[in-house]
């Protein structure tokens, strides 16, 4: 597929919002666009999840508006929409995480196929990408998160989640956890690339534009 000038819609969380890198100019999407010479358009919420939670919070409301419930906020028109979330579905989620054949909110898989369905509503003909989580600190640990919630398995059990909704739609995937070689539990690749485990900084977001622009030219 040919990139430049390509509408480019990012939908995501804290990592789309630029944390963790040093300036807006090296937030993967925006390395992703010099690269390319795409037009990008990002909305990105820290602490957000493709799930609603269930009991929601009062101390961080932003963090409750979960991805789908953004769609009417992206610009009218895109080219390319790509989706890029569940690291904190395992870090803070409070929702099953359910099996392909959910078509509710109250799951991850359900979640994610609302969320894939109101995109098609909104962009018939655009191409729906989805990526998944890069690797992070305390990816294995499954009893309780960061809200002390059960979880209910370590974060590969998302990102099999969002292979297999990728697949059931046929779209595009961008498989950071087995592609992008970001892992923080290595230390030298950690001080490289995530000094704060969980967040790409300038270079890691470089390697995650880099990425995304290797599956979207392949199309």
Same mark, same amino acid.
């Given at each position: 597929m040919e990139l430049k000038g390509k509408k480019v819609v990012f939908l995501g969380d804290s990592i789309t919002d630029g944390c963790g890198t040093s300036a807006e100019e090296f937030i993967y999407w925006n390395q992703f666009a010099k690269r390319t010479g795409a037009q990008v358009f990002a909305n990105g919420i820290g602490g957000s999840?493709?799930?609603?939670?269930?009991?929601?919070?009062? +101390?961080?409301?932003? =963090?409750?508006?979960?991805?789908?419930?953004? $769609? =009417? +906020?992206?610009?009218?028109?895109?080219?390319?929409?790509v989706v890029f979330g569940g690291t904190n579905d395992f870090g803070t989620g409070d929702a099953a995480l359910g099996t392909i054949s959910d078509q509710t909110n109250d799951t991850f898989y359900g979640a994610c196929h609302? *969320?894939?369905?109101? *995109?098609?509503?909104?962009?018939?003909?655009? /191409? $729906?990408?989805?990526? /998944?989580?890069?690797?992070r600190m305390s990816e294995d640990e499954v009893l309780y998160n960061e809200l002390g919630v059960r979880r209910v398995g370590p974060l590969r059990v998302y990102v099999q989640a969002l292979r297999e909704i990728a697949e059931f739609y046929g779209l595009p995937l961008v498989d950071l956890?087995?592609?992008?070689?970001?892992?923080?539990? $290595? =230390?030298?690749?950690?001080?490289?690339?995530?000094?704060?485990?969980?967040?790409?900084?300038?270079?890691?977001?470089?390697?995650?534009? +880099?990425?995304?622009?290797? $599956?979207? +030219?392949a199309l």
């Amino acid at each position: 597929m040919e990139l430049k000038g390509k509408k480019v819609v990012f939908l995501g969380d804290s990592i789309t919002d630029g944390c963790g890198t040093s300036a807006e100019e090296f937030i993967y999407w925006n390395q992703f666009a010099k690269r390319t010479g795409a037009q990008v358009f990002a909305n990105g919420i820290g602490g957000s999840r493709i799930t609603p939670q269930r009991f929601p919070g009062t +101390e961080r409301p932003w =963090e409750e508006r979960y991805f789908a419930s953004r $769609v =009417e +906020e992206l610009i009218p028109d895109a080219d390319i929409v790509v989706v890029f979330g569940g690291t904190n579905d395992f870090g803070t989620g409070d929702a099953a995480l359910g099996t392909i054949s959910d078509q509710t909110n109250d799951t991850f898989y359900g979640a994610c196929h609302l *969320l894939v369905q109101k *995109l098609y509503e909104k962009y018939p003909k655009a /191409t $729906v990408v989805l990526m /998944t989580p890069l690797h992070r600190m305390s990816e294995d640990e499954v009893l309780y998160n960061e809200l002390g919630v059960r979880r209910v398995g370590p974060l590969r059990v998302y990102v099999q989640a969002l292979r297999e909704i990728a697949e059931f739609y046929g779209l595009p995937l961008v498989d950071l956890f087995a592609d992008c070689p970001i892992q923080p539990r $290595v =230390e030298s690749l950690r001080q490289m690339y995530m000094p704060d485990g969980l967040h790409p900084n300038d270079a890691g977001a470089g390697l995650v534009a +880099e990425c995304l622009q290797r $599956v979207l +030219e392949a199309l």
